[in-house]
């Protein structure tokens, strides 16, 4: 099956971005393995015909929007993200009439259709950085309302209003200071996504996107016990061989899982599913999008 993908991918100038969650048996077919950024700003410098995206539908429209002239499949149509549905864009008109004044962050686990409606767009590794680059004091950030937490204790002198105030990933929602203990008594390092609990944040010793702890993980030797999905480990210990990463065993999001390498096969054969946006979704939505990458760089 590996080289009937690699021989589809080479005769179809194919490229296939895997998040960090995917199953690793897909990881390890991926040409581009990393974060909601790492994607994004793979997906806009590609020059492949056929983008195949190994993660769950915002990713796609993301690829997508920033490659309107080239075809971007998601292998199961079907994966989605339910922290992306929190956001509506009803629930974006309603926050601007209410606050005029305030700027709209939109993170990219959203729809296409709300980050259109955004004046720029964040990822957990750069929200710090893309609200402190507005000159508004009033932001509006939505869906995820523990990620806002993070971005306001990091810029008290910024309002920050979720949208909506209970938006959250109900994976790391999952991470409680018990696990937090836990860890303690195997002596190791609490690393935290910042989409976990406010109180779970505050404990942890490093707060990192996943891209981040990839990166962060280069600079030591101590075990650390990873607060986020739990493919996230099985990378850090492809990447680290001699490092101790503990993971929690419930921590899954099944629409993560839900591509094989069977799935990617067929994808390439087929070409499908095809992602496809209004053209007006797109243009809006790219300028939110291009908007955050200008910051990164």
């Known amino acids: 099956m590996e080289k009937e993908i690699r021989a589809l991918k080479a005769r179809k100038n194919a490229v296939v971005m895997a998040h960090n969650y995917q199953p690793m048996e897909v990881q390890a ?30 990713m796609a429209e993301t690829a997508k929007i920033l490659n309107p002239e080239r075809k971007v499949i998601i292998p199961v149509e079907d994966a989605g993200c339910p922290l992306a549905d929190f956001l509506t864009p009803d629930l974006i008109r309603e926050a601007r009439q209410r606050y005029p004044d305030a700027a709209v962050v939109v993170y990219v686990n959203s729809t296409a259709e709300s980050k259109a409606l955004a004046d720029i767009t964040c990822t957990s590794a750069n929200a710090v950085r893309v609200v402190a680059s507005l000159p508004n004091d ?28 209970g938006g959250h990933c109900y994976v790391h929602a999952g991470f409680t200071l018990a696990d937090v203990e836990t860890a303690r008594k195997k002596g190791s390092m609490v690393v935290c996504h910042p989409e976990c609990l406010p109180e779970v944040q505050e404990q942890a010793d490093l707060i990192a996107s996943t891209g981040g702890m990839v990166r962060d993980a280069a600079g030591g030797d101590e075990p650390w016990s990873v607060f986020t999905e739990r493919e996230m480990a099985s990378r850090l210990r492809v990447l680290y061989p001699g490092r101790v990463f503990y993971e929690k065993p419930e921590a899954v999001c099944a629409d993560m899982k839900k591509i094989s390498p069977a799935d990617l096969r067929r994808a390439l054969e087929r070409e499908e599913h095809e992602v496809v946006l209004s053209p007006e979704i797109m243009d809006r939505a790219r300028r939110a999008i291009e908007r955050m990458i200008a910051v990164g760089a």
Request: glycine share 6%.
């Open 138 to 165: 009033t932001i509006l950030f939505g869906p995820d309302a523990n990620l806002a937490a993070y971005v306001q204790r990091q810029l008290p002198e910024k309002t920050i209003i979720p949208m909506p105030p």
């Open 29 to 58: 077919l991926a040409d581009v393995v990393g974060d909601s950024l790492e994607l994004a700003v793979k997906a806009k410098e590609t020059g492949a015909d056929l983008i195949v995206v190994c993660g769950v539908r915002f």
